[in-house]
């Protein structure tokens, strides 16, 4: 059973979509008011005891993050029902330690993918998913990078609902899935406040759904025909199709999503000390991922050789 606090975006107690209700229990934790969701699942089953096929598949690029990728399925598997979901896994060509732990996880679908010449990063990351995509036959499709870290058992729940809270609404995720200091903010702030006195302009970023976190209705995306790779970032252009489409696209604020995934950004640098990684140089910058991943309690989740089963 977990606990979250109450959202006015939460849709009703009975989600027709998928025939799921939902108890909700008030209780009082310290200061903050939660609510309790206790979860009857119908889905699992048909009325003549066959199961029904999965609704979500989750697609996970990877290329050489052994430890990351380990952490990331083993925490997925263990907050998540296997029957809900199809996970595809595509590894870029890594050839290390990662593709043989890969293989060897028994409810995953492995693409092994081949190297392409003076191909970038970013290029084979966006290619992963194209590739993977392809095979999606789920309602809803979700794309995660490695260092997207599962903690909480009602996740799916909570963005499948946000997702089908209205037809018009194609997918749903973060931006960036991090909490950002009221320093920081007020020095961003600062600095496009002097710029503008100035007469510089400021940089704009336009945000989309990011690929360490995006669910997209299926149909959806297939109907704009858009893919993830392009000229540009993995998801950028889709997420401006999207729209230009006439669907609606939800971020999900950072403090709220992250009461049920994080996003370890540079954890490799902790995980694999033989990587060189200039942002977590600093010893206060290592410290701060080091709590993060206890706080997850990684080390329990590395040693449980069970969750690679389909059958633990």
């Not at 925490?75 to 998540?80: F, K, Q, W």
Request: aromatic residues 8%; positive net charge; contains cysteine.
């Amino acid at each position: 059973m977990r606990r979250f606090p109450k959202s006015r975006e939460w849709p009703g107690n009975f989600d027709s979509e998928n025939r799921r209700i939902f108890r909700s229990e008030a209780c009082q934790i310290g200061k903050e008011e939660y609510i309790t969701e206790k979860q009857l699942t119908r889905g699992a089953e048909s009325t003549d005891g066959k199961m029904q096929k999965p609704e979500v598949t989750i697609i996970i690029p990877n290329y050489k993050t052994a430890d990351l990728t380990r952490l990331c399925l083993r925490s997925l598997r263990r907050h998540t029902n296997p029957e809900r979901v199809r996970v595809i896994a595509v590894d870029n060509d890594s050839q290390d330690a990662s593709t043989e732990y890969l293989r060897g996880v028994e409810w995953i679908r492995l693409i092994e993918r081949p190297p392409v010449p003076g191909e970038t990063g970013p290029q084979m990351h966006a290619r992963a998913l194209d590739l993977a995509f392809a095979e999606v036959d789920t309602p809803y499709v979700m794309v995660i990078h490695t260092d997207t870290i599962v903690m909480n058992d009602l996740w799916l729940d909570f963005l499948v609902n946000r997702l089908i809270a209205s037809p018009k609404i194609a997918g749903v995720g973060s931006w960036k899935l991090e909490t950002v200091s009221k320093w920081k903010t007020f020095g961003k702030a600062l600095e496009t406040g002097i710029r503008r006195l100035f007469g510089r302009s400021s940089k704009r970023e336009t945000h989309y759904l990011r690929s360490h976190c995006a669910l997209y209705r299926t149909d959806a995306v297939r109907e704009v025909g858009q893919p993830f790779c392009d000229d540009d970032t993995a998801g950028k252009s889709l997420h401006l199709a999207l729209v230009a489409a006439g669907y609606d696209m939800r971020f999900i604020e950072s403090t709220e999503l992250m009461k049920f995934i994080r996003h370890l950004n540079h954890a490799t640098m902790i995980l694999n000390p033989s990587c060189n990684d200039r942002k977590t140089s600093k010893p206060a910058a290592r410290r701060r991922i080091e709590r993060e991943l206890e706080s997850l309690h990684y080390r329990e989740i590395l040693a449980d050789e069970t969750l690679d089963r389909l059958i633990p």
